[in-house]
């Protein structure tokens, strides 16, 4: 099982992790999110993508280094 192994960077989601990533889309669905947003880890899009299924949406990916433009393209309205 990737997710356990601690050496590897970029692991998969655990059984725990995707169960919470399912009980996730009930979480954010109210708000009606206009755009689902993830870095390029597995972890992260793994963790977005059953809402961005479930919703029809593109998962939108920033660079995790530089989240001063991910809040900028927030704010300013830029994304699909």
């Known amino acids: 099982d990737m997710a356990g192994d601690e050496t590897n960077p970029d692991p998969h989601l655990s059984a725990e992790g995707r169960q919470r990533a399912q009980n996730l889309i009930k979480a954010i669905e109210r ?3 206009d755009a689902v947003f993830s870095s ?3 972890r992260t899009i793994s963790t977005a993508e059953p809402f961005a299924r479930k919703n029809r949406m593109m998962i939108q990916f920033y660079n995790h280094r530089n989240l001063k433009e991910l809040a900028e393209a927030v704010t300013d309205g830029r994304f699909k």
Do not use: D, H, L, N
């Open 31 to 33: 708000y009606k999110p």
């Open 40 to 42: 390029q880890f597995i």
